[in-house]
């Protein structure tokens, strides 16, 4: 048997093109502007690394290291990311008429948000090729996660973010050590700004969303998860709050993977994609049967992880969402906020406004019947609700000492 490798990486690919690129130097995205996909050695990984040797190791991400394109263990840099934990929710789930209902919860992760996925993987890979530093717009939580991660490889970390984002996440950035700047605008005005100080110095890559190739790598691995929590079987149905759409694509990049390891058998999951009313580009290209999305005006909606009015890898999410037959759907705040609230007196969780906007997809879609009630479906929550204290509404009484709580009601 060949010995197993750290990483089976072999080639960057162009998602547009198929065409190759050399994945030992630093890319950004390909010849066409498209981004670049991490193919592996997939026939090497299946002779030489086994589901039961991975079920050994340790419990976070690096369990599937052969899939990952770091290659040095020494390279790796970690907080402890990954195996989050894979909830069932028959309380919530008898609610809503779909009792095989699971939450895979990435609120207990390092930074409170799976931003953290593809920060592990993508800062790790960014000190191997040789970066100094790492520079990004951001909606906030991929900032906080990137600039956290670059302190602990010794990176210096550019972020700039609109000055709307939640509030806790310039805290991370700073706390971190992190050069930052608030933008009166949305992310694509922070991106501008970014690529513009990026231009004038030296060693500093720049990492915004599906412009280097291996943020998406860290991110697939909730797809890797989701199986082997299952017993390596496939859930019906995935819903993903949906922005730049890293992890829906990663998602689907890793059931394909894992079906050519032959580590999967059956249907793949439906894929949705979800997002909120006040920013629903690709939504909105699904329904018109487009490819390609159109850059929506004036984005606003509280799931601020998901306000982005055009995303690089759209027409990735949207081939997602076909091939596997499963469908993009949008849902308003009021709808969100009222399942936050739902699911964490059912259940106790405290979801992001991001999160809880697919499990109010989860109500429209068995109230609709796209959803029969009798499947297995993975909500992920993206994040902990800890981060949006603004999303819910405190509206008590403050008693003098010597007054008396009211009676029960
Ligand atoms: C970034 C983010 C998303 C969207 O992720 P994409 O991979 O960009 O689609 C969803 N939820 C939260 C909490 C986020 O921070």
């Not at 050399?22 to 090497?44: E, F, H, I, K, N």
């Not at 609109?162 to 700073?174: F, K, L, N």
């Not at 394909?256 to 690709?282: F, N």
Request: overall charge negative; hydrophobic content about 40%; charged content about 20%.
């Amino acid at each position: 048997m060949p010995t197993a490798h750290f990483s089976a990486l072999s080639h960057l690919e162009c998602s547009r093109t198929g065409t190759t690129f050399d994945a030992d130097v630093v890319q950004g995205t390909s010849d066409v502007g498209a981004p670049l996909l991490a193919r592996y050695d997939l026939g090497r990984v299946a002779a030489t690394v086994t589901r039961e040797q991975i079920a050994s190791r340790a419990p976070d991400l690096w369990r599937y290291r052969e899939l990952l394109p770091v290659r040095g263990e020494r390279h790796v840099c970690s907080l402890g990311e990954g195996m989050t934990p894979l909830l069932r929710l028959p309380r919530y789930g008898a609610q809503l008429g779909v009792p095989g209902l699971l939450m895979k919860d990435e609120g207990l992760i390092p930074t409170g948000s799976f931003k953290a996925r593809g920060a592990a993987v993508g800062v790790s890979r960014a000190a191997e090729l040789g970066a100094r530093g790492v520079a990004m717009p951001t909606n906030g939580n991929a900032g906080a996660a990137w600039s956290v991660y670059a302190a602990r490889a010794g990176l210096g970390s550019l972020i700039a973010m609109p000055v709307d984002a939640p509030e806790i996440t310039r805290t991370e950035c700073v706390v971190a050590g992190a050069e930052l700047s608030l933008v009166d605008g949305l992310i694509g005005d922070a991106g501008k700004l970014v690529a513009a100080a990026v231009a004038e110095r030296d060693g500093f890559q720049e990492v915004s969303t599906l412009k280097e190739p291996y943020r998406l790598e860290g991110k697939k691995t909730m797809g890797y998860e989701i199986a082997e929590q299952l017993g390596w079987r496939t859930p019906d149905v995935i819903l993903y709050p949906t922005g730049g759409g890293v992890g829906i694509i990663g998602i689907h990049k890793a059931l394909l993977e894992m079906r050519e390891l032959g580590w999967l058998e059956g249907e793949l999951p439906r894929l949705v994609a979800v997002q909120a009313e006040g920013c629903a580009p690709i939504v909105e290209a699904y329904e018109r049967g487009e490819s390609e999305s159109r850059p929506v005006k004036d984005a606003h909606t509280v799931a601020f992880g998901i306000t982005v009015p055009k995303a690089l890898g759209d027409f990735l999410v949207l081939d997602a969402v076909r091939q596997t037959d499963g469908t993009a759907i949008s849902v308003t705040d009021e709808e969100l906020l009222a399942a936050q609230g739902e699911l964490a007196r059912a259940e106790g969780a405290f979801v992001c406004p991001e999160g809880a906007a697919c499990f109010a997809a989860v109500h429209r879609l068995r109230d609709s019947g796209w959803l029969r009630g009798d499947e297995r479906v993975v909500v992920l929550n993206t994040g902990s609700g800890l981060k949006y204290p603004e999303t819910v509404p405190v509206d008590v009484p403050t008693l003098p000492v010597d007054g008396r709580i009211p009676s029960a009601p």
